[in-house]
Structures are given as structure tokens and as C-alpha cells.
């Protein structure tokens, strides 16, 4: 099926902002020095149908840094590249049920793999992207991403370097990982172009966008241009179903009942499949590291444009 008619859609989005725009709940990001600058009452909400229609309210145009959004578009990218059996065997595909840095996660797994939406994971599939050096694997991602945006995607040099300044503890994660032969080049340098990818710059807008792509298959609903096979597609939606809210993705999917990834600058991309994309933007954080608005603007939308999965009807 698809999304309800335009008209539902765009009064739903408004009601969402209305519903929300006044909870004063969690807290922004600071371990990331640059990210505390963020505007507690930023809020952007943008809903992409895999016709191509969007609807969107409030800061939905204010850019932030995609942080973890980027990882399931990484990943996907790498099992685009390298064909799904060799990512997946290299990765891990199973839920950690930790945090996104956990150290407990690598060693509590007999065989050192993670899922790509962790730290431990992702900087794994950075590792895998094709290139000959950390230039060209930086490249292969930041284009691949701006392809599921339909635009291009330009880094936030101020996060970039304020992550790279404090970033100790997933270069530790790296190492460890090389160590048990789990990372595919250089750790230093994979650290080094996940922080980039991490600082990529996006909007509310973008991640619906984005979103919208991975529930068409593949093809980006407003460029038409196909960013990877639709094969590949229901592989990423199934773990981050799975594990897209670090900890709490069980509470998630029990919620929402859709694939969704947080970001800790803020965003939460959710995916209907053969729907459409759902992108919020609201710094404030939960304990776990997601948006607090961005949950309850997704799950109130899940409910009232019928997305949930698990849903009969
Ligand atoms: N760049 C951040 C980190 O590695 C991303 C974490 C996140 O968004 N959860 O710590």
C-alpha cells in the first residue's frame, strides 16, 4: 500500500509538530564538544512518500550532523559493493542490546562480529568500504550518501574536528577490533573517515529523503536514481529493525513497529516499506542516546498513518 492521500498526510505532520513542539525532555549531546551548541527548541519533522510527494513542518530545513543516521547508508553502500554474504560474515548482523560504544559487546561475542548499526560495527564496515586508501573510501561514502539524499552532502568541519579531538574511545574500539581480525584496513584510518561520515551534514528534509529510498527499493523517489538494488534493501531494514536504537530497540519495534536509526546530534530516520521515509530533527536525548520528540513524533505517526509492520490491518 501506500500513504494515506496527501492532504491526511500534511495535517498529520502539523499535529505532530503542535502535539510535541513543548516537551522539554532529555538533553543535547555534550560528549561530542561542537554538538552542544545545538538549539534544545530546534524541531523538524518531514515525511517522503516513495511517490516522491513530501510534507514537512518546522526546522525541517536547519542542518545538523547525521552522526549514527549515516551507518545503515554505509552499510548499505558496503553490501552493495561487496555483495551481502561477504559484508554480513565480515560484520555481524545480531543485536549487542548494549550502547552504541560498548567495549562489552565486542568481548562478550565469541566471534567478535557486531551489527552495522554499534560503533564496533560501523567503523568495521567503513573498513570495508572499496578504495585503494582512506581518500578514496571517503569518497565512495560521502557520494554514496548524498545519492540516497538526492543532493550533496558536505561535512561539518567544526563536528569533524571536535569528534576527531575526543574521539579516543571508538579508536579504541577499532584496535581492539583489529586485533581480533575484525577490522578490513588500517583502524586508525577507518576511525578517521567514520568520524568524517559521521559529521556529514543533513536536514530533516534529507532523511526522509534518504528514508524514502531504502522503502522504494533502492531508487530515490525524487532523483529516480538508483542508489543500490532492493535485495540489499530488506537486509538493512531488518537490523535496524533489530538494533537501530542501540539498547532500546526493542522498546522500538514493540512502539513503532518499523525500522528506524537514531542519531546523537538528534535525527531519527524511520522506513515504512513501499511507504515512504520519515526524518525528525529535536537535539534533546534520552538516556540511551536518541531523540526524545523524535521518538514520540514517530511513534504518534506510525499510529495514525498506519505504518506499524506487525500490524493486521
Ligand atoms: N559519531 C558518534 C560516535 O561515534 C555517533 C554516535 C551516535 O550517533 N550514536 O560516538
Same mark, same amino acid.
Request: hydrophobic share 45%; aromatic share 8%.
Given at each position: 500500500? #501506500?500513504?494515506?492521500?496527501?492532504?491526511?498526510?500534511?495535517?498529520?505532520? +502539523?499535529?505532530?509538530?503542535?502535539?510535541?513542539?513543548?516537551?522539554?525532555?532529555?538533553?543535547? &549531546?555534550?560528549?561530542?564538544?561542537?554538538?552542544?551548541?545545538?538549539?534544545?527548541?530546534?524541531?523538524?519533522?518531514?515525511?517522503?512518500?516513495?511517490?516522491?510527494?513530501?510534507?514537512?513542518?518546522?526546522?525541517?530545513?536547519?542542518?545538523?550532523?547525521?552522526? =549514527?543516521? =549515516?551507518?545503515?547508508?554505509?552499510?548499505?553502500?558496503?553490501? +552493495?559493493?561487496?555483495? @551481502?554474504?561477504?559484508?554480513?560474515?565480515?560484520?555481524?548482523?545480531?543485536?549487542?542490546?548494549?550502547?552504541?560504544?560498548?567495549?562489552?559487546?565486542?568481548?562478550?561475542?565469541?566471534? #567478535?562480529?557486531?551489527?552495522?548499526?554499534?560503533?564496533?560495527?560501523?567503523?568495521?564496515?567503513? =573498513?570495508?568500504?572499496?578504495?585503494?586508501? &582512506?581518500?578514496?573510501? *571517503? #569518497?565512495?561514502?560521502?557520494?554514496?550518501?548524498?545519492?540516497?539524499?538526492?543532493? /550533496?552532502?558536505?561535512?561539518?568541519?567544526?563536528?569533524?574536528?571536535?569528534?576527531?579531538?575526543?574521539?579516543?574511545?571508538?579508536?579504541?574500539?577499532?584496535?581492539?577490533? *583489529?586485533?581480533?581480525? #575484525?577490522?578490513?584496513?588500517?583502524?586508525?584510518?577507518?576511525?578517521?573517515?567514520?568520524?568524517? +561520515?559521521?559529521?556529514?551534514?543533513?536536514?530533516?528534509?534529507?532523511?526522509?529523503?534518504?528514508?524514502?529510498?531504502?522503502?522504494?527499493?533502492?531508487?530515490?523517489?525524487?532523483?529516480?536514481?538508483?542508489?543500490? /538494488?532492493?535485495?540489499?534493501?530488506?537486509?538493512?531494514?531488518?537490523?535496524?529493525?533489530?538494533?537501530?536504537?542501540?539498547?532500546?530497540?526493542?522498546? *522500538?519495534?514493540?512502539?513503532?513497529?518499523?525500522?528506524?536509526?537514531?542519531?546523537?546530534? @538528534?535525527?531519527?530516520?524511520?522506513?515504512?516499506?513501499?511507504?515512504?521515509?520519515?526524518?525528525?530533527? =529535536?537535539?534533546?536525548?534520552?538516556?540511551?542516546?536518541?531523540?526524545?520528540?523524535?521518538?514520540?513524533?514517530?511513534?504518534?505517526?506510525?499510529?495514525?498513518?498506519?505504518?506499524?509492520?506487525?500490524?493486521?490491518?
Amino acid at each position: 500500500g #501506500r500513504l494515506p492521500a496527501a492532504a491526511a498526510v500534511a495535517a498529520l505532520v +502539523q499535529e505532530a509538530h503542535a502535539r510535541y513542539r513543548g516537551v522539554a525532555d532529555g538533553k543535547v &549531546a555534550d560528549y561530542i564538544p561542537a554538538l552542544a551548541k545545538a538549539r534544545p527548541d530546534w524541531f523538524g519533522i518531514c515525511v517522503a512518500g516513495t511517490g516522491g510527494a513530501v510534507h514537512e513542518v518546522g526546522e525541517a530545513a536547519q542542518a545538523f550532523s547525521i552522526q =549514527s543516521i =549515516s551507518k545503515p547508508f554505509v552499510f548499505a553502500l558496503v553490501c +552493495q559493493a561487496l555483495g @551481502g554474504g561477504r559484508a554480513r560474515e565480515a560484520v555481524g548482523v545480531n543485536a549487542t542490546g548494549l550502547p552504541f560504544n560498548s567495549v562489552m559487546a565486542i568481548e562478550l561475542n565469541a566471534d #567478535r562480529t557486531m551489527n552495522p548499526m554499534v560503533n564496533a560495527g560501523a567503523i568495521a564496515t567503513t =573498513s570495508l568500504a572499496p578504495g585503494a586508501n &582512506a581518500e578514496e573510501r *571517503w #569518497r565512495f561514502i560521502r557520494e554514496g550518501l548524498s545519492r540516497f539524499a538526492g543532493r /550533496d552532502l558536505v561535512m561539518d568541519e567544526e563536528v569533524y574536528a571536535s569528534e576527531a579531538a575526543t574521539n579516543q574511545r571508538n579508536q579504541g574500539i577499532a584496535r581492539l577490533l *583489529w586485533g581480533y581480525g #575484525r577490522m578490513y584496513s588500517d583502524p586508525e584510518e577507518a576511525t578517521d573517515v567514520y568520524t568524517r +561520515q559521521c559529521a556529514l551534514n543533513v536536514t530533516a528534509h534529507d532523511l526522509a529523503v534518504m528514508g524514502a529510498t531504502l522503502a522504494d527499493g533502492g531508487v530515490n523517489p525524487v532523483t529516480k536514481e538508483r542508489v543500490v /538494488d532492493a535485495e540489499r534493501c530488506k537486509r538493512i531494514l531488518a537490523v535496524m529493525a533489530t538494533a537501530g536504537l542501540y539498547e532500546q530497540s526493542g522498546d *522500538w519495534l514493540y512502539e513503532i513497529g518499523l525500522p528506524g536509526k537514531s542519531g546523537v546530534a @538528534g535525527g531519527i530516520v524511520t522506513i515504512a516499506p513501499g511507504k515512504g521515509g520519515l526524518g525528525v530533527f =529535536s537535539p534533546p536525548l534520552d538516556e540511551a542516546g536518541n531523540s526524545v520528540r523524535g521518538q514520540l513524533v514517530t511513534r504518534f505517526l506510525s499510529e495514525r498513518l498506519g505504518l506499524n509492520l506487525f500490524a493486521s490491518q
